[in-house]
């Protein structure tokens, strides 16, 4: 059984820095990519970022140049650097795994709260 456990989470001002990380346990060898959705207050969840076993990265265009996702395979942990942060950047943070074999977010991690200040 997959298990996903995010921390990191918390308050902090605008222009500030968090790091969020995700820690994994179960099969995942069989999987081909990790990475973070994000849902704030009232809106849909959003694509953040993503690390694919090829060693690639993807981000959403907002927050390109300040959140790098990265991977420690000893530690089976993937983080979330996050600088330069903003109001919107609010919300609730899960991270994901991607399945080789079906190629789609299929788990969750419980979620972590993102709360910037203006």
């Known amino acids: 059984q997959v298990q996903l456990v995010e921390s990191g989470g918390g308050l902090v001002q605008a222009g500030g820095s968090l790091r969020l990380s995700c820690a994994a346990s179960?099969?995942?060898?069989?999987?081909?990519?990790m990475g973070w959705f994000r849902q704030a207050p009232g809106k849909e969840r959003e694509f953040v970022a993503a690390?694919?076993?090829?060693?690639?990265?993807e981000y959403n265009d907002a927050v390109k140049g300040r959140f790098t996702i990265s991977k420690d395979r000893a530690k089976n942990t993937v983080y979330l650097q996050m600088n330069n942060l903003k109001p919107e950047d609010t919300g609730v943070y899960y991270c994901?795994?991607?399945?080789?074999?079906?190629?789609?977010?299929?788990?969750w991690g419980q979620g972590t709260q993102v709360t910037v200040s203006s």
């Open positions: 994901v795994a991607s399945r080789v074999r079906t190629h789609a977010w299929d788990y």
């Open positions: 179960g099969r995942m060898a069989s999987f081909d990519a």
């Open positions: 690390k694919r076993t090829s060693g690639s990265s």
